[in-house]
């Protein structure tokens, strides 16, 4: 089915096209889209955390725990690997959470040396809240697009990002 219409990408894939006629710029079609829809929805993430007093990296932390189910706890070690970040930035991260009083550090029942982290029933409604306006925001973004393409949407970005997260 041909595009709607042209849209910046056409324009930039169009401009290249022009200028450097010998290069193959087709993977721009894919990525230079998958880039503009990250920060068009960076900036719906944005809006909806930041009315409910949340930055981004806090609901991630927030969402990691949350996710992991009763009684909410992770290793420091599991958050980063949840959350893309370095040990270094998880510990101030969970410092600033614990200020808030969205977390807690506790001991690792099962290793004397670590320690898990444990959310608390304010980072759980904060996370709550916000996830519920962030797929309000996501929802209106999908929109444009019907839902029988969704799947098929959602398997061709997993294809592209399984290589990427396996190593």
Do not use: C
């Amino acid at each position: 089915m041909p595009p709607a219409s042209d849209d910046e990408v056409d324009r930039i894939v169009a401009a290249w096209g022009r200028e450097l006629p010998e290069l193959d710029v087709a993977p721009m079609q894919v990525l230079s889209r998958v880039t503009r829809l990250a920060r068009h929805l960076e900036r719906a993430r944005a809006e909806a955390f930041s009315t409910r007093g949340l930055e981004g990296w806090e609901f991630d932390v927030l969402s990691a725990l949350r996710r992991a189910g009763q009684p909410y706890e992770l290793s420091p070690g599991a958050l980063v690997q949840q959350t893309l970040s370095t040990s270094g930035t998880m510990t101030n991260r969970i410092d600033r959470l614990a200020a808030r009083g969205f977390v807690e550090r506790r001991p690792d029942p099962h290793d004397r040396r670590g320690v898990k982290v444990r959310l608390l029933e304010p980072g759980a409604a904060a996370v709550d809240d916000a996830l519920r306006a962030l797929m309000s925001h996501e929802q209106q973004i999908l929109a444009h697009v019907e839902t029988g393409e969704r799947a098929g949407l959602a398997d061709a970005l997993r294809h592209l990002l399984i290589p990427l997260e396996s190593g």
